[in-house]
């Protein structure tokens, strides 16, 4: 969702490790040693020296990325690769230096012994820096981070010093200042620490640690561990539509439960979750979308399974059971459309901004129904966001249209005759796109009155805006008529990809055309051979734990004041480093 706190959140915090591979990182090693000695190639006016001191310094770089690595194997999102890009960052002050250096040397503006004096003084600044990224991604003790933290400085110290000792004043200057920095830098991350602790009872970079563990490595468990602890319970209601053709079932599940956040926490896939419960009893499934927020959403893996059980749990109440249906009905009003049909006193209907495109109807919308039923003549109204062209969030002018559209709708539904019925589905588990989920889709053919209305459920987040439009003429050349194409708006691929909304509609990376001829080639084996068919509609409700709307705007105000409070703390520690190193200059 393009509007939402969740993704908001996925998207600050993927964008930390997203990382080149391995054999870019080995070049990058190289220039990196290629640029930090490069004023050497002045002050050592020896090529055999300096080939020695660089090759020093390109060992010490991986050879202490090695050592990092197996340090720090404990923690799942440690690798080689990632090591060594930190490497490179903690770096930067001597890579700058070295660079300015160079020509300054030339310029004959800065002398040698200057310039060894400042590359002392920036490789204390490098312990800071790595203390800082040791302490955070890795330890969180700070006894446990010093070792760590100094083997790389001292590494390439000594390289150094093998060749270009420095004055004893100088050294003791450069500690002395140094440990200020580390000191202030020390300060920080305990600040830091504490505002997690206050806010959301947790330290700040475990949030950090556990969302990295679960994206990179797909290891859910401290994160929803966190999810858990904020969650509150929740009555969740479930409906199924359950159809019946002479021994052959198909359930339509309209689930309470919004997908998300992201993959893999919680409820990410639970439309694919739903489709696969069912599979086990051989009984085919298509999923739908109900209006909802991440509110909704399961915070852990165990909480899906409790709901995947409510399943098997005794229905509160059964609505209705018989064997007419009313044939769909359409309104539209601006962007807005609202398709919907009866079986026999309950409507289902399906709501679209299609081809305009919009993210999720709110839940309000539900609510809104509730004045129109009329226990004589209407029991219920279920309804289903079809999710089914990109868009941004609904504004309150497409909102109102929906809901002018449902009034008119729902009161022509109420005097809409209805006949008998027969059905045909099938499962369109060979639809191989990028951007389908593994629930995969399928196409649900009713016939009324002999005409042919299909309904598709793919399980993908979301389609371009111009794929109902093309689907529907596609079909009707066909002589047939489109019920709605929804997705379910599984969260599969939810803070995996590199978009800024953090997923892939269906047609983005797809071909259009392709696409609508999958869908509507299988139509002509499933509109006939239909016999006479009966339903029956049946809720429950589940007792599970949920992420709620204050949890997620708690983290969403935490992570908004941590990358504040981060951004105006490297100000500070840049501006602090400068005041030193231009003290230890006038003092040198």
Not at 22 to 39: D, E, Q, R
Not at 78 to 84: A, G, K, L, T, V
């Amino acid at each position: 969702m393009n509007d939402d706190r969740t993704a908001h959140i996925a998207n600050l915090y993927k964008k930390l490790f997203r990382l080149p591979s391995t054999k870019i990182a080995l070049l990058s090693s190289l220039l990196v040693t290629l640029l930090i000695s490069l004023p050497f190639i002045l002050i050592l006016k020896n090529i055999i020296d300096y080939s020695i001191l660089t090759s020093f310094i390109l060992f010490s770089i991986i050879t202490i990325a090695f050592i990092d690595t197996r340090l720090t194997s404990f923690s799942p999102i440690s690798s080689f690769r990632r090591i060594i890009f930190a490497i490179f960052f903690e770096l930067f002050p001597l890579i700058l230096l070295s660079v300015c250096s160079f020509f300054l040397i030339i310029s004959e503006v800065l002398t040698s012994s200057l310039f060894l004096g400042i590359f002392l003084l920036l490789i204390g600044y490098v312990v800071s820096i790595r203390f800082f990224l040791m302490y955070v991604l890795f330890y969180k003790d700070f006894f446990k981070t010093i070792f760590p933290t100094i083997l790389l400085p001292v590494a390439i110290y000594s390289s150094v010093f093998v060749f270009q000792p420095i004055e004893f004043p100088i050294i003791a200057l450069s500690l002395l200042f140094s440990s200020i920095f580390l000191g202030a830098t020390v300060l920080f991350l305990r600040y830091i620490d504490r505002v997690g602790l206050k806010m959301i009872k947790f330290n700040s970079f475990k949030i950090l640690t556990s969302y990295l563990q679960s994206w990179i490595n797909s290891i859910p468990n401290e994160l929803e561990e966190i999810l858990e602890k904020y969650s509150e319970p929740s009555m969740i209601k479930t409906y199924q539509i359950n159809l019946n053709q002479n021994g052959r079932k198909l359930t339509l599940v309209i689930p309470g439960i919004h997908p998300g956040p992201f993959s893999p926490i919680g409820s990410y896939n639970l439309p694919s979750d739903i489709i696969s419960f069912f599979k086990e009893k051989s009984i085919p499934s298509m999923v739908f979308h109900t209006p909802s927020s991440h509110a909704i959403n399961l915070p852990s893996r165990k909480e899906v399974e409790n709901y995947l059980n409510s399943f098997d749990v005794k229905k509160d109440y059964k609505f209705t059971e018989d064997n007419i249906c009313s044939k769909p009905l359409r309104v539209s009003k601006n962007k807005g459309t609202v398709t919907g049909l009866m079986f026999n006193n309950t409507a289902l209907v399906f709501l679209s901004l299609a081809p305009y495109g919009a993210e999720d109807f709110p839940s309000e919308i539900i609510n809104y129904t509730k004045q129109f039923i009329d226990k004589n003549i209407l029991d219920e109204i279920i309804l289903i966001d079809a999710h089914n062209a990109l868009g941004a969030a609904i504004v309150d002018d497409d909102l109102n249209d929906i809901k002018n559209c449902l009034r008119d709708l729902i009161q022509k539904l109420k005097v809409e005759s209805k006949s008998r019925f027969s059905f045909n589905f099938v499962s369109l588990d060979h639809l191989e796109f990028k951007e389908i989920g593994s629930g995969g889709a399928g196409c649900l053919c009713l016939t009324i009155d002999n005409d042919n209305y299909l309904l598709y459920s793919i399980d993908s987040n979301n389609c371009i805006p111009s794929l109902k439009t093309n689907l529907e003429q596609a079909l009707y050349r066909r002589g047939l008529f489109l019920l709605e194409i929804c997705t379910t708006d599984s969260h599969f691929l939810s803070g995996k990809t590199k978009t800024k909304k953090g997923y892939y509609a269906l047609g983005e990376l797809s071909s259009e055309k392709e696409i609508i001829k999958k869908l509507v080639d299988p139509t002509i084996y499933i509109r006939d051979n239909q016999k006479n068919a009966n339903f029956e509609i049946e809720c429950h409700t589940s007792n599970v734990r949920t992420i709620g709307q204050a949890q997620i705007n708690l983290y969403s105000k935490f992570t908004n004041k941590i990358l504040s409070l981060s951004l105006r703390g490297a100000i500070l520690l840049v501006l602090l480093s400068i005041l030193l190193l231009a003290i230890f200059i006038e003092i040198l």
